[in-house]
Structure formats: structure tokens, C-alpha cells
């Protein structure tokens, strides 16, 4: 946008000082043509003056008469000024002569006519009549003509430096534009990009941003615009936050009367697994009312990858014992933290086991991986997805929320790792490849890590059918 307004100015301002430094530069030229004019005007009258004075009342035909004109001729004539010359009435030439002056301009000028006369070269030639009486004390009819030439160098003396200086004062005034220009365009990209900082920050979540309106009335209009979005957004997202919040608390009344159910039943072991499972619920549900009803940023906080697998994998295991499935977690025994919270990572587990467990045959087997580099692996030996491809957030060819998945995703994402989708190692099943950001900072022993082996593996309950 700068550069845009800076060439744009610039263009302007080149074409109007065009426009009127033109017409200047040719003044120029022409006050030089009459400084000149003017001065062989002067000198002319200065050597008719002479000559009437001096042969006003005498014969111009001797020898001393003509010397004499020779001589105030070679003073007058210095080197670059106007040639001046005098020719007699009978014709006779003193001093440089001109070298194209037309008869009929001559005989004009004999008549009594004092004018300026262009030559075909080029050249000025100015023409003066000087009446003088001859010999025998007898008036000619014919008069004497003092001829000044100014040729064509004469007539541009003075342009060229007049010219520069029209063009320097152009220079000039171009630069001084560019300078304002410059400093506009200035003052408008750095308001501009003050609002473009202001939504970015809007972009990634921070409602608090705010544009402080300066520069020209359109910008400080949207600024104020862009305020009012921003506070429009606010308020939209803590009234959804607080609808969010409303129905987990609804949650609340049917797991309270499924642990009342739970606690009536005879398996101690059922028991125990339900209690669990409804605990382990209610502390979710109380995630999300929490979650909605502050403003926590989903990147502050840091969990070990290693520790929640195993500890979401042992959770699982009674279901795959009951499904005749082998459930095992590969992952280190020292921590591996990653730029997510605990809260996030069983959810992501939660959805990728629960994904196997659901959506595949009974007696298929999920495996869980954990590598140092923060990267979680869910293996199945399942048919597999069609195609290895996402469904839309939302949707699903099972009957689920096809929320499962995405939640994944979405939290691989964002904490700067990646999601990846796909075959299993050996080209059968399904493999959920997730790599989460790395924390800040990190907490591994010094000690050389041992061997990995699995954490768990659940023994099936029976015979796989």
C-alpha cells in the first residue's frame, strides 16, 4: 500500500510540474531571444548615433571617414557579442557583414525603416537606417544601414542554466511531494496495520484486543467496528459457554442415580468398575463446566503422554477382557510431557480406544504406543476405514457423534503437532497416528532409559469365537 500511494503521488506530482515547468523553460527561451534582441537593438542605436554625429553634416567618402568606422566598429565587435556592421549607400560594407541579408530587407531599411530581420540560418539580423548627406553637399535619396547579427548561440544565451534551474526547482518540488507523500502513506499503513494486528489477536482468541481509532475517518470507522465485533464475539461465546456449562450440570442428576443403581448391585468387582466409570465421569463432566465458564487458554497447559496412556489404557481393560480383546500399552517409564493437558490427553484416549472398542469385531486387539518425541500410536486389527479418510466433523457411518476422531485431531493441532490417519503397519487394520507439541520444558531422569516392554496387557477372558 505504500509504495502504491508513494507511485501514485509521485506520478501527480511528475505530471503537473510537466504541465506548468514546461511553459516555464520556454519563457526562458524566449526572455533570452529579447535580451538579446534588446541589446543589438542597443548597439545598433549606439553606432547610428556615432555615424550621425559624426558625418551628419559631411561627406562619408574619404578615406579617413571610413577608417575612422572601421575603427569604432573593431571596438564594438569584441568576441561573442552581436555583430554590427554598416553599409554605405553605395553599397560598400564595414565590418562583418552578415551572411544571408535578402536585397528586398536591405532596401527597407534604406527607406527610411528600422526592423529585425530573421535569416534563413537561423540567426537574427536587426536593421537601422542612419540619414547622412554625400558629396557636393547633396542629400541621398538612400541612407545608411547599420546591421547587427546576433546568431543563434547569442539568442539561447542564458537558456541552458535557466532550464536547469527549472528543472532543479522540479526536482525539488517532486522529492518535497514524495517526502509528504511518504510520510502519509506512512501514517496510513501503520493505522492500517494496527487494525490488522488488532483482529489477528481477535483470530486467535483473545477478546480483549481492542483498536485504538486514529487516522483517517474510513480507519477510525473500522476501528469502532471492529470494537463492537469484538465485543459482540465476547458476549456471544459467554452466553455459549454458559449454555455448555447448563447442560454438563444436567449430567449431574442421571450419574448421581446411576451410582445409586450401581451400588445395589451384588458383584463387588461390578461394582467397583461401575463406581469407577461414574467417578471417573462426573470429574469430566466437571471439566466442562469449568472449561466453559472461564476463559482458560488451551495451550497453557502440559501433561506426561506416557503416564495417561497407561493409566486410560488400564481404565479400558476390563471392557477388552469382557470383549475377548488383547489391550496393551508400549510406552517408557519416564515421563513424556507434551504441550496438552490431562484433561485433553483422556479425552483424545478416550475417544481413540473407544473408537476400537465400538467399531470393531469382538476379539480384535488395540494396541497403544508412546515414543519419546510426544507421539501416540492406536493400532487395531480391525477391517479398517474405507478409504483411510476423515468424515466431517460431526457426522459418521456408525452411528456415533463422529466427534471421536476430530477431538483428536483438533488437539494434535493445536498444541503445533500433527494428526495422521491410516493403515496399520502391516497393511491391515487401523492406525491413529497423533504428535503432540513438546512442553516447555521437560522432566527426564539423567539416568540412560532402560528398555522399553509393556506397560499393561490385558489377559482375554476367554477364548477369542
Known amino acids: 500500500m505504500r509504495k502504491q500511494l508513494l507511485l501514485l503521488i509521485g506520478i501527480t506530482t511528475v505530471l503537473v510540474l510537466t504541465s506548468l515547468l514546461i511553459p516555464l523553460g520556454l519563457l526562458a527561451q524566449d526572455h533570452a531571444e529579447d535580451h538579446a534582441l534588446a541589446d543589438a537593438s542597443v548597439r545598433g542605436e549606439s553606432v547610428a548615433a556615432v ?208 451410582r445409586l443403581e450401581a451400588e445395589t448391585l451384588q458383584d463387588e468387582a461390578a461394582v467397583r468398575r461401575v463406581s469407577e466409570g461414574v467417578t471417573a465421569l462426573e470429574q469430566s463432566v466437571n471439566e466442562v ?55 485433553d490427553l483422556r479425552a483424545v484416549l478416550d475417544a481413540l480406544i473407544g473408537n476400537v472398542l465400538d467399531h470393531t469385531p469382538e476379539g480384535t486387539d488395540v494396541r497403544v504406543t508412546v515414543t519419546d518425541d510426544g507421539r501416540l500410536l492406536v493400532d487395531d486389527d480391525g477391517p479398517g476405514i474405507p478409504g483411510s479418510a476423515l468424515t466431517a466433523r460431526g457426522e459418521s457411518g456408525a452411528g456415533s457423534t463422529g466427534l471421536g476422531l476430530d477431538i483428536a485431531r483438533r488437539t494434535a493441532e493445536e498444541s503445533g503437532g500433527s494428526f495422521a490417519l491410516g493403515a496399520g503397519p502391516d497393511g491391515r487394520g487401523t492406525r491413529v497416528d497423533c504428535r503432540f507439541g513438546t512442553a516447555r520444558s521437560e522432566t527426564r531422569t539423567a539416568q540412560p532409559p532402560p528398555q522399553r516392554r509393556p506397560a499393561h496387557h490385558s489377559k482375554r477372558a476367554r477364548p477369542r469365537s
Do not use: C
Not at 537558456?159 to 534551474?165: D, E, I, K, L
Not at 481393560?317 to 510431557?337: D, H, K
Open 51 to 258: 555615424i550621425s554625429r559624426s558625418f551628419g553634416d559631411g561627406e562619408v567618402t574619404s578615406a579617413a571617414d571610413r577608417r575612422m568606422i572601421r575603427d569604432m566598429l573593431d571596438g564594438v565587435n569584441a568576441e561573442g557579442q552581436p555583430r554590427a556592421s554598416v553599409v554605405l549607400p553605395d553599397g560598400q560594407t564595414f565590418g562583418p557583414a552578415p551572411r544571408s541579408v535578402s536585397k528586398a530587407a536591405l532596401k527597407l531599411a534604406r527607406s527610411g525603416r528600422t526592423f529585425t530581420y530573421a535569416a534563413g540560418d537561423g540567426d537574427r539580423i536587426h536593421l537601422m537606417p542612419v540619414l547622412v548627406t554625400g558629396g557636393e553637399g547633396k542629400k541621398h535619396t538612400d541612407a545608411v544601414v547599420v546591421q547587427v547579427a546576433v546568431d543563434k548561440e547569442q539568442l539561447r544565451s542564458g537558456v541552458w542554466p535557466s532550464w536547469f534551474a527549472v528543472a532543479g526547482l522540479g526536482a525539488a518540488l517532486t522529492l518535497l511531494g514524495l517526502a509528504f507523500a511518504d510520510r502519509l502513506a506512512s501514517h496510513l499503513v501503520r493505522s492500517t496495520r494496527r487494525l490488522g494486528n488488532v483482529a489477528d489477536q481477535l483470530a486467535a482468541g483473545n477478546l480483549q484486543a481492542r483498536a485504538d481509532p486514529m487516522g483517517p475517518l474510513e480507519l477510525r470507522l473500522l476501528a469502532h467496528r471492529l470494537n463492537e465485533l469484538g465485543e459482540q464475539i465476547g458476549t456471544l461465546l459467554a452466553a455459549e459457554r454458559e449454555r455448555v456449562a447448563d447442560l454438563a450440570h444436567r449430567l449431574r442428576t442421571p450419574l448421581t442415580a446411576l
Open 289 to 343: 463446566i469449568r472449561t466453559a465458564r472461564s476463559a482458560v487458554d488451551p495451550d497453557s497447559g502440559q501433561a506426561d503422554l506416557s503416564a495417561v496412556a497407561q493409566e486410560r489404557t488400564r481404565f479400558w481393560a476390563p471392557l477388552a477382557e469382557e470383549q475377548s480383546r488383547a489391550a496393551a500399552v508400549w510406552a517408557p517409564p519416564w515421563p513424556v510431557p507434551v504441550a496438552v493437558s490431562a484433561e
